[in-house]
């Protein structure tokens, strides 16, 4: 019988329930246990496609095409389970479902009310990821007192009830912040979050405690006596320097034997030591490298998370510390790129979408290319590259996407469903995974070495094939497409170190232990590029 473990945040919101429980799960993972991840989140958007990265963070997108919360990244990461449209729910898509059954005349004509039927629901949701696994780790997002969360947690009390304690785990992440005033850690922000969760009919089985320092036996004495949960249940979850750190700290108090007896399961030989490597590597660099990311959501970082953990994992495969310069495109459109991108070693050009910064991605695209600066772009900075090219190599003056400029007289991007053979996808964007062949010789091939790779999207624009000749004549090199509908996935220029971009998002598929090929290929390269500098300079 499948075993759920279900994840509660009390106080505040982005305490990182996201990463506990990425954390448990990779640590149960560890044991040999068959686990997934679910989010359930309570806001009334069907899914976060539409959200303003500025309010909501990254968009994570699954290989089924599924535009989620940024959380299924970290669970990706953290653990091989490989996630889908049923790993991600919010109230929002709880509520269509029921809204349309209730059209349909599915109920009969009874009072559609949240309990039983939005409770129901969101039972049937937990169950929809619970074949072949043996624990499904639930996320609730939001934090308890949320009037949107209450219809969550009265479905996950409900879950206790119908299928026991022995299967069923209560995990609540808090807050024990340290007031430097007076020199003391406070444990009444717990003990009033217990108290609402209880309140509920829920008592949490084991406590996060986010705090800046371990917390001693009588804190935890203490937060144990007034919130009725086992000594050994009260858990430190202490800041780290690197997130991939966080397993080995539960681990280290036993957190997942915790879980493992109060769940009735053995508990097998605890196999870590590839984490503790990694780890290991990630905090002891043996130089650096300075990539600029040239970003349009440059002040807020979980814009671009997916990302960012790329080029550290691909920094750790090659014992490098990864400084990211994060620079506003638009700064790129009014100061010299040579003053903005001083001292870089790579550029990269991320996803994005809308006209603003867009000139000034271009600008460091050429820049890049002139001056012979590993780039790599991605999806929109794909874009970036082969309008680049055609206006500057290519003979096309004024060339652009018309995501960009809709009048332009060369369209060297256009709506994917406008091209032919393709309107039968339908929807407005190209989602999910799909399949790319390799040319033979080629950058990407090299990087990858193999021939055939299969790449998550999220775009609306792709190539226009009428301009594949004349840009391939003038030398690009397209050396990825799909070979479905002949779109054109990843291009490079001839007499460069390393030029390549890339129509998908390969960030998604990167893991601390399998850091992406592409990424791992690029940071080598912009690593190259700063060994040679640094040799001209000191030989002049």
């Given at each position: 019988?499948?075993?759920?473990?279900?994840?509660?945040?009390?106080?505040?919101?982005?305490?990182?329930?996201?990463?506990?429980?990425?954390?448990?799960?990779?640590?149960?993972?560890?044991?040999?246990?068959?686990?997934?991840?679910?989010?359930?989140?309570?806001?009334?958007?069907?899914?976060?496609?539409t959200m303003?990265?500025?309010?909501?963070?990254?968009?994570?997108?699954?290989?089924?095409?599924?535009?989620?919360?940024?959380?299924?990244?970290?669970?990706?990461?953290?653990?091989?389970?490989?996630t889908?449209?049923?790993?991600?729910?919010?109230?929002?898509?709880?509520?269509?479902?029921?809204?349309?059954?209730?059209?349909?005349?599915?109920?009969?004509?009874?009072?559609?009310?949240?309990?039983?039927?939005?409770?129901?629901?969101?039972?049937?949701?937990f169950?929809?990821v619970s074949?072949?696994?043996?624990?499904?780790?639930?996320?609730?997002?939001?934090?308890?007192?949320?009037?949107?969360?209450?219809?969550?947690?009265?479905?996950?009390?409900?879950m206790?009830?119908?299928?026991g304690?022995?299967?069923t785990?209560?995990?609540?992440?808090?807050?024990?912040?340290?007031?430097?005033?007076s020199?003391?850690?406070?444990?009444?922000?717990?003990?009033?979050?217990?108290?609402?969760?209880?309140?509920?009919g829920i008592?949490?089985?084991?406590?996060?405690?986010?705090?800046?320092?371990f917390?001693?036996?009588n804190?935890?004495?203490?937060?144990s006596?007034?919130t009725?949960?086992?000594?050994?249940?009260?858990?430190?979850a202490?800041?780290?320097?690197?997130?991939?750190?966080?397993?080995?700290?539960?681990?280290?108090?036993?957190?997942?034997?915790?879980?493992?007896?109060?769940?009735?399961l053995?508990?097998?030989?605890r196999?870590?030591?590839r984490?503790?490597?990694?780890?290991?590597?990630?905090k002891?660099?043996q130089?650096e490298?300075?990539?600029?990311?040239?970003?349009?959501y440059?002040?807020?970082?979980?814009?671009?998370?997916?990302?960012?953990?790329?080029?550290?994992?691909?920094?750790?495969?090659?014992?490098?510390?990864?400084?990211?310069?994060w620079?506003?495109?638009?700064?790129?459109?009014?100061?010299?790129?040579e003053?903005?991108l001083?001292?870089?070693?790579g550029?990269?050009?991320?996803?994005?979408?809308?006209?603003?910064?867009i000139?000034?991605?271009?600008?460091?695209?050429?820049?890049?290319?002139?001056?012979?600066?590993?780039?790599?772009?991605?999806?929109?900075?794909?874009q970036?590259?082969?309008?680049?090219?055609?206006?500057?190599?290519?003979?096309?003056?004024?060339?652009?996407?018309?995501?960009?400029?809709?009048?332009?007289?060369?369209?060297?991007?256009?709506?994917?469903?406008?091209?032919k053979?393709?309107?039968?996808?339908?929807?407005?964007?190209?989602?999910?995974q799909?399949k790319?062949?390799?040319?033979?010789?080629?950058?990407?091939?090299?990087?990858?070495?193999?021939?055939?790779v299969?790449?998550?999207?999220r775009?609306?624009?792709?190539?226009?094939?009428?301009?594949?000749?004349?840009?391939k004549?003038?030398?690009?090199?397209i050396?990825?497409?799909?070979?479905?509908?002949?779109?054109?996935?990843?291009?490079?220029?001839?007499?460069?170190?390393?030029?390549?971009?890339?129509?998908?998002?390969?960030?998604?598929?990167?893991?601390?232990?399998?850091?992406?090929?592409?990424?791992?290929?690029?940071?080598?390269?912009?690593?190259?590029?700063?060994?040679?500098?640094?040799?001209?300079?000191?030989?002049?």
């Amino acid at each position: 019988m499948t075993k759920y473990i279900f994840v509660t945040g009390g106080v505040l919101s982005a305490l990182g329930k996201g990463i506990a429980a990425s954390s448990m799960g990779m640590l149960l993972e560890s044991h040999g246990y068959q686990i997934t991840l679910q989010k359930f989140d309570p806001y009334l958007n069907v899914d976060p496609g539409t959200m303003n990265p500025f309010q909501h963070g990254e968009v994570y997108v699954t290989d089924d095409g599924a535009e989620t919360d940024l959380d299924l990244g970290h669970y990706e990461r953290f653990t091989s389970t490989c996630t889908t449209q049923s790993h991600n729910w919010t109230a929002g898509k709880i509520y269509e479902f029921i809204l349309q059954k209730e059209r349909k005349g599915e109920y009969l004509g009874k009072t559609v009310q949240v309990i039983p039927h939005v409770t129901d629901e969101i039972r049937k949701a937990f169950r929809t990821v619970s074949d072949q696994n043996d624990i499904v780790i639930g996320e609730i997002g939001g934090t308890v007192g949320d009037i949107e969360g209450q219809p969550f947690l009265e479905a996950i009390r409900q879950m206790r009830l119908a299928l026991g304690v022995q299967n069923t785990l209560f995990v609540h992440l808090t807050l024990v912040p340290f007031i430097k005033t007076s020199g003391e850690l406070k444990t009444k922000p717990t003990q009033h979050s217990v108290r609402e969760l209880r309140a509920i009919g829920i008592q949490p089985d084991i406590l996060l405690c986010r705090t800046d320092r371990f917390l001693g036996k009588n804190i935890r004495s203490k937060i144990s006596l007034f919130t009725n949960v086992p000594l050994d249940a009260v858990i430190t979850a202490k800041d780290v320097e690197n997130i991939y750190e966080i397993p080995l700290v539960f681990a280290q108090q036993g957190l997942d034997n915790i879980i493992l007896k109060q769940m009735n399961l053995s508990p097998r030989r605890r196999r870590l030591s590839r984490w503790k490597s990694m780890v290991k590597r990630m905090k002891s660099p043996q130089d650096e490298v300075n990539i600029a990311l040239i970003g349009k959501y440059a002040g807020l970082h979980d814009s671009y998370i997916s990302l960012i953990q790329a080029l550290v994992h691909a920094g750790t495969a090659h014992r490098l510390k990864v400084n990211v310069s994060w620079i506003e495109a638009e700064q790129l459109e009014e100061e010299p790129p040579e003053e903005v991108l001083k001292g870089i070693d790579g550029i990269l050009v991320p996803g994005g979408f809308g006209s603003r910064g867009i000139e000034g991605k271009i600008q460091a695209t050429t820049y890049a290319r002139e001056h012979k600066l590993p780039f790599f772009g991605l999806c929109l900075g794909m874009q970036c590259a082969a309008v680049e090219y055609a206006r500057n190599i290519s003979g096309f003056p004024g060339a652009n996407s018309t995501e960009f400029d809709p009048s332009t007289p060369y369209k060297i991007f256009f709506k994917w469903r406008e091209l032919k053979g393709v309107q039968d996808l339908g929807g407005t964007m190209r989602l999910g995974q799909y399949k790319c062949q390799l040319e033979r010789n080629s950058l990407a091939e090299k990087a990858y070495r193999k021939q055939t790779v299969f790449e998550r999207h999220r775009h609306r624009f792709e190539f226009n094939p009428q301009y594949e000749k004349p840009l391939k004549d003038s030398g690009l090199i397209i050396s990825g497409k799909n070979p479905q509908y002949g779109l054109v996935e990843i291009v490079e220029i001839p007499n460069h170190p390393w030029f390549l971009g890339c129509q998908f998002h390969p960030e998604f598929k990167s893991k601390p232990l399998q850091p992406h090929p592409l990424f791992k290929s690029f940071i080598g390269a912009s690593y190259a590029y700063r060994c040679q500098k640094n040799k001209n300079h000191s030989s002049s």
